[in-house]
């Protein structure tokens, strides 16, 4: 490799950190509607099989794919919004938006092997418990990453309680209590960090940017 190379490859890595370092992370509307979703879907689902909420358990499907097109639907709108935002193109904002795409299509896949195994087998409602577990522990991976590449630290204690909440649902996998714990768990997990990161948003400018109409 010639001196060059080595140089520009340095510059490169150089600027990819400082982008990381100084641009905010645009995403936490997306966040704070998921937050609400989650929120929302955990303690309806933990009313109807507690008893709680007077509904048939039917309800719940109705429940779930609702929460699949708000969520979808939600997200695609605001996404075209955010990229439109001075430094949606930075690289701490690229990492963001590609590690939660990829969370999703995971949530995404185990969604329909739940519903596929309870249409063709003896699965029951009780399978949604994974959907909490795996998501927690998703939760943690991708804030982790995003953490490392923004170099905000609260993300880091985001990732923690994604962890924890994993650990603590698994513990009560099978037992209807699991989804009070997860709709608590989710707004320290989600709807906080997102609040977090749109203040931090909204009272930062992007350096070397301007506003893109």
Same mark, same amino acid.
């Given at each position: &490799?010639?001196k ?7 510059? @490169? ?12 992370? =645009?995403?936490?509307? #997306?966040?704070?509607?998921?937050g609400?979703?989650?929120?929302? #879907?955990?303690?309806?689902q933990?009313?109807? /099989? ?15 794919? !609702?929460f ?9 709108? &605001? ?18 938006? @590609?590690?939660?795409?990829? *969370?999703?299509? &995971?949530? !995404?896949?185990l ?8 249409? *063709?087998?003896? %699965?029951?409602y ?9 998501? *927690? !522990?998703?939760?943690? /991976?991708? @804030? ?23 650990? +603590?649902?698994?513990?009560? @996998? %099978?037992?209807? +209590?699991?989804? =009070? ?5 989710? #707004? ?9 990161? &749109?203040?931090?948003?909204?009272g ?10």
């Open positions: &490799m010639s060059e190379n080595l140089l520009s490859d340095l510059d @490169y890595a150089s600027r990819l950190a400082k982008e990381g370092a100084e641009t905010p992370l =645009l995403g936490g509307p #997306i966040g704070l509607m998921w609400v979703l989650l929120t929302s #879907i955990f303690f309806y933990w009313g109807i /099989l507690s008893g709680t909420i007077g509904l048939p358990e039917s309800t719940l499907a109705l429940a779930w794919i !609702a699949g097109v708000i969520g979808g639907l939600g997200s695609a709108v &605001m996404g075209r919004k955010i990229n439109k935002k001075a430094g949606s193109n930075s690289a701490a904002n690229r990492v963001e938006s @590609y590690v939660w795409t990829m *969370f999703s299509g &995971m949530l !995404a896949t969604f329909v092997g739940i519903i596929i195994n309870m249409v *063709f087998a003896d %699965g029951t009780k399978l949604f418990d994974l959907v909490m577990i795996v998501g *927690f !522990a998703g939760q943690g /991976l991708a @804030y982790g990453v995003v953490a490392k590449m923004s170099k905000i630290r609260m993300l880091h204690f985001a990732s923690f309680i994604g962890f924890t909440a994993s650990a +603590v649902c698994f513990s009560f @996998y %099978g037992q209807t +209590v699991v989804y =009070l714990i997860g709709s608590i768990a989710t #707004i320290f997990t989600v709807i906080l960090p997102s609040l977090l990161l &749109m203040k931090k948003a909204g930062t400018d992007v350096p070397g940017e301007e506003n893109v109409q």
